[in-house]
């Protein structure tokens, strides 16, 4: 979750969401940091990568997500990043 956070930093959130998402993260609140940062994200229509998108991906499956609450992120897919 914490790679989560630090490649929404790269790629620009801004830094409000960014200390919700922390926050969460440090109340073992899980769910409401995946949800913060997947949903703000895609609120500011920040494009990510395939890589990202699996991650994601794989950060749902393992919270036993349902695949309508992340999956609409592939729709901004589109630009590279390194870390």
């Known amino acids: 979750m914490l790679r989560l956070i630090?490649?929404?930093r790269i790629l620009?959130?801004?830094?409000?969401d960014l200390k919700?998402?922390?926050?969460?993260?440090?109340?073992n609140e899980f769910g409401l940091c995946f949800d913060t940062i997947v949903t703000q994200v895609y609120e500011y229509d920040i494009e990510i990568d395939s890589e990202l998108y699996e991650s994601i991906s794989k950060i749902?499956?393992?919270?036993?997500l349902k695949l309508e609450s992340y999956s609409f992120m592939k729709e901004l897919q589109g630009?590279?990043?390194t870390l």
């Open 12 to 16: 620009g959130l801004n830094n409000r």
């Open 79 to 81: 630009v590279m990043y």
């Open 60 to 64: 749902g499956e393992r919270m036993n």
């Open 6 to 8: 630090e490649i929404a």
């Open 20 to 27: 919700n998402a922390e926050d969460f993260l440090t109340h």
